[in-house]
């Protein structure tokens, strides 16, 4: 899916792989946080379609793409993984653009490392899923009966909204089952599953964020049919970031694959408004 350049980095869980993209020395770069059981790959189209503007990179989380896995698979160990790959590839400062539970993942990054946040724009994210033990278990059920792949084959389609790209679901499913050579892990899938999609909370960090002086600038688009991060969440992600909340119609959980265009044109569009700002 990606023709970007891989590199890897030791991590706290063990080695990272992350993707780069080039872009003139002179710009703020971009750090890609992807949703859970995606990969850094899910920002291939968006990062062609910025392709020039800045550098970026892009993070495979523990147990996600070609890193290695390695517990805990809370929000803060994401940041941290995020953190290592910013380190590695030679960046003082970025902004974070982030899909899903990257929204929580990029406010804790914000609270650990404020220095290093340029700005935030975060598409279908949130601060909590919050899944209940009856969902969860349910859903470890048809796993396990299943298999990570044909899980994603059977309900992938499921989060994407109707004006999603056609070749978006496909693509899901490799991304969320490591690729056309193998499953991921199960007893993996099913541990970051309840770790990320029931324990994690970046509320209190949020708290935390909110109630500083000054926060980067930031903007949450979520899509009209997202089934996972409705707009409550992306209004609650907003309210402690900082920023404004806009709608893509006809979009579901994932603007990067359903509509890559758009949400490289919405990132430009902010970090044009930021940077024109200060300048």
Same mark, same amino acid.
């Given at each position: #899916? ?6 890897? !980095?030791?991590?706290? *869980? ?8 080039? %872009? ?7 750090? @890609?946080?992807h949703? +859970?059981n ?7 189209? +968006? ?13 495979? @989380? ?8 390695? %517990?805990? @698979? ?8 995020a ?10 400062r970025?902004?974070? +653009?982030?899909g ?18 340029? %700005?935030v724009?975060a598409?279908?994210? !949130?601060?909590?899923?919050?899944? $209940? ?5 349910d859903?470890?059920? $048809? ?9 994603? +084959?059977?309900?992938g389609?499921g989060?994407?909204?109707?004006a ?21 892990d ?8 309840? !770790? !990320?999609?029931g ?11 909110a ?21 409550a #969440? ?13 709608? #893509? ?6 603007? #990067?694959?359903? *509509?890559?265009? *758009?949400?490289a ?15």
């Amino acid at each position: #899916m990606s023709h970007a350049p891989r590199h890897s !980095t030791p991590g706290k *869980a063990g080695e990272l792989s992350y993707l780069a993209w080039p %872009g003139p020395a002179d710009t703020t770069p971009i750090l @890609y946080l992807h949703p +859970v059981n995606t990969a850094a790959a899910v920002w291939s189209a +968006v990062a062609a379609a910025l392709h020039g503007t800045r550098p970026g990179v892009a993070v495979d @989380y523990r147990a996600h793409g070609r890193s290695e896995a390695g %517990g805990p @698979y809370l929000p803060a160990d994401y940041a941290a993984d995020a953190l290592a790959v910013l380190d590695a590839a030679g960046f003082d400062r970025a902004h974070l +653009v982030c899909g899903s539970i990257g929204g929580a993942v990029a406010t804790e990054f914000a609270v650990a490392a404020p220095d290093r946040v340029a %700005g935030v724009v975060a598409f279908g994210a !949130t601060l909590r899923v919050g899944w $209940d033990d009856a969902t969860l278990d349910d859903t470890e059920r $048809d796993l396990r009966a299943l298999g990570v792949r044909e899980w994603f +084959v059977r309900h992938g389609a499921g989060i994407l909204g109707p004006a999603s790209r056609p070749e978006a679901a496909a693509e899901l499913v490799e991304l969320a089952s490591g690729g056309r050579d193998g499953d991921r892990d199960l007893d993996t899938v099913v541990d970051v599953l309840r !770790t !990320t999609f029931g324990l994690a909370d970046a509320r209190p960090a949020g708290a935390v964020l909110a109630a500083r002086s000054t926060r980067p600038p930031a903007r949450v688009f979520v899509g009209t049919h997202d089934p996972t991060c409705p707009p409550a #969440m992306a209004h609650a992600l907003a309210e402690v970031l900082g920023g404004d909340v806009h709608t #893509m119609d006809g979009i579901g959980h994932l603007p #990067m694959l359903e *509509a890559p265009a *758009a949400t490289a044109e919405a990132i430009r569009r902010f970090h044009d408004e930021v940077e024109g700002s200060r300048g």
